[in-house]
């Protein structure tokens, strides 16, 4: 019963995940790239999905999503308390922002 649990939480999480993603680029296209970490195709692809297509990839047994970092600095200056939440946000969102060009080139 656990796994089927867990499956299920998956394809909620997919579901809720590729539904705003498509929100966001037909909002934003542009900061939808930023915070998503897309790739302009990956973006392009995911924009032109049908509710059936979003429907089947939400029903895989795979989270669709991941953290964007695999660096301890960005998850530490993301969980940590600092006396100025506003410069460690701005740190993190440089560091993320490096890492999002990284991927696309």
Do not use: C, W
């Amino acid at each position: 019963m656990y796994t089927n649990d867990i499956l299920s939480e998956i394809r909620d999480a997919n579901l809720s995940y590729l539904m705003l993603a498509q929100q966001m680029l037909r909002a934003d296209r542009p900061a939808a790239i930023y915070r998503l970490g897309l790739s302009e195709s990956i973006a392009d692809m995911m924009n032109k999905l049908s509710t059936a297509q979003v429907l089947k990839l939400a029903g895989s047994v795979n989270l669709l999503t991941r953290f964007r970092f695999d660096d301890a600095e960005i998850l530490g200056l993301l969980t940590h308390e600092r006396k100025s939440p506003e410069s460690t946000q701005t740190h993190a969102a440089i560091l993320l922002a490096g890492q999002t060009a990284e991927a696309v080139h």
